[in-house]
């Protein structure tokens, strides 16, 4: 037992050195006995020392260690103010305050210290308490303290002076500014400036200073349109060469190469010159056109297609267009830049044109005109895209307990077409989920799909595709599902991997292994009643294993001690259910929802008292065993097996 450490303590005296300096410590007495009143005699004792300020519980202003020896008598003398100390004992101000001296010792001479007791300091050391009131005032003015600060008269020296003119009281002080100004002269002359006569100076003129005074300038050369004209001052090409000439364009001179001998200079449609040759003027034949099948056929647009032959002459080309062979409507083949074409060979046309009626029969062809005449291409026909759409429901996928995929196809035929499902428990639907895909283009059949949640388990909810474009809203046919746990699906506390025949209840695994290195346990040792290997066998095996099992760490004690994800009745499951683990959730490449790998996994299986069923699910596909109780020996298929092998171990639970 500890025991109590009394320290019966007195005073004896407070002794001072009689020397011209003031002593800084004085002395402290006391006799040490132990809880039964025994005097500790000639040992070894450590104290520690504490001034307190105020109270006995007050801030402690000074602190100090001794180590010293008892005497025959258990007395021990200190010299409190000369122990071991980072403080400051001259520091303490005796006559400000009342002090406390707070003992603590270690009869043992170390440092743990057991407090005694805390008494005040009635009679303050003399000498202390006389240095302390040696600073008394010394009845001169300069050494009192705050003393008041008297006014030496200078204008420094006053405070809270006015920072505005205003704050003296003046209120007609000029501001400095230009706009205060009054009576300002009105004319450059009324500043004294004399060098400047603006006589017939009017806005934008400019001025000259003619070695006196500036007067108004006027230049020598045009600063102004004199003939109201502006198009009759020729700018010609910078890039211009000898033999090159010019036309103007409505609005700049453009150069013209020169040509070459025997071509003529002739304009064309558009009435820009160009150099032709003198042959194309012997014969002259009218531009060949045909119209070639229209491209791109959209809902609202085409590309319609044709060769052009000049014929040598510069040849303008245009399609005219409509829903009749009347046509009404043209466009040039280059639109506004009107792009002609030259040559003597065919040469491909194509132009797109937008702003067309969806689903509607369209005729168009070429027109060329040149020099020589005007021709027409066959009458060719297109129809624009362009009806409601098609839909087809398909079956719902990623069915779990509380949510699903739906899934359908979608053909806009050539309208913007938005896509949803509607669901419900019933046909009135009630509920719409917008599909990924949404909105969808084109003519052909497109995959939709949205994923919906919130659902109630074991509820049958209907559902349909629908899709809407400017030719209609068309639904898909009524398709249904019931809602139930999926293989994969994370609730209960992990992955499920196996559903009863009910749809409502199954398995889920632990989201991670509890153990990579774990042993069944008690080799040798038949454990009764853990030889459950079907469904539904695991968790009794596991009671059993762990009940006839006191090792630590097997695997079964690690699932039945596992508390996870709120759930507390975690088991070691059974060979079969383990096979459930590795055939619906590894083989299915759903491993990775739980991270398992292919390793061993321990089963609650036992096989005999030196065997227990296992799964390696990166070599077997079927249950094997471990096992040995002398040496090595053979598993349940004949391969070799380990006496004592640690695997991983996965626990499952019942939902």
Known sequence: MKKTILLIVSIIF???????????????????????????ADQKVSFQISILQSSETGTSVYSETHVDSTNQFGLVTLEIGTGTTTDDFTAIDWGNDAYFIQIEMDATGGTSYTLIGTSQLLSVPYALYAKSAGNGFSGSYNDLTNKPTLFDSTWTSITEKPTTIE???????????WVSLTGKPTTIAGYGITDFDFTGVTTNDLLKFDGTKWTKFTPNYLTSEVDG?????????TNAVA??????????????????VGQILTMDATNVPYWQNGSAFSNPIAPTATALAASNVLMNSVTFNGTVNANGFS????????????????????????TPVIGNTNTNVSENINALLANTE???????????????????????????????SLAATSIISVGAKLNGTVNANGFNTTVSFDYGTNTGYGSSATATQSSVTGNTDTDVEATITGLTLGTTYHFRVKAVNALGTIYGSDMTFIAAYGIGENINGGFVFYIDGTDLHGLVCAPTDQSTGAIWGCIGTLITGADGIAVGTGNQNTIDIVNGCSTAGIAARLCNDLDLNGYTDWFLPSIDELGLMYTNLYLNELGHLGGLESYSYYSSSEYNSDWAWFYNFGIYSHPRCYGGAQG??????????????????????AF
């Open 229 to 237: 004209s502006v198009t009759n001052e020729i700018e010609m090409p």
């Open 14 to 40: 407070y002794c001072f050195h009689s020397t011209a300096q003031v002593p800084q410590s004085f002395k402290y007495q006391a006799v040490a006995r132990d809880a039964s009143g025994e005097v500790i």
């Open 243 to 260: 033999g090159d000439m010019s036309y103007f364009d409505g609005t700049n001179w453009i150069r013209v190469p020169k040509g070459t």
């Open 632 to 653: 090595e020996g053979a598993n349940k298929d004949g391969y070799d097996g380990v006496i004592y092998k640690p695997s991983h171990v996965r626990a499952v639970r």
């Open 167 to 177: 704050g003296y009281g003046i209120t007609d002080a000029f501001n400095g500014t």
């Open 315 to 338: 040849t303008m080309v245009q399609f005219e267009y409509g829903t009749t062979i009347e046509y009404g409507s043209i466009v040039d083949l280059g639109g506004t830049n009107r």
């Open 362 to 392: 369209y005729h168009f062809r070429l027109k060329t005109s040149n020099a020589v005449g005007v021709t027409y291409s066959d009458d060719l026909t297109f129809t624009t895209s362009g009806a409601a759409p098609t839909v087809t």
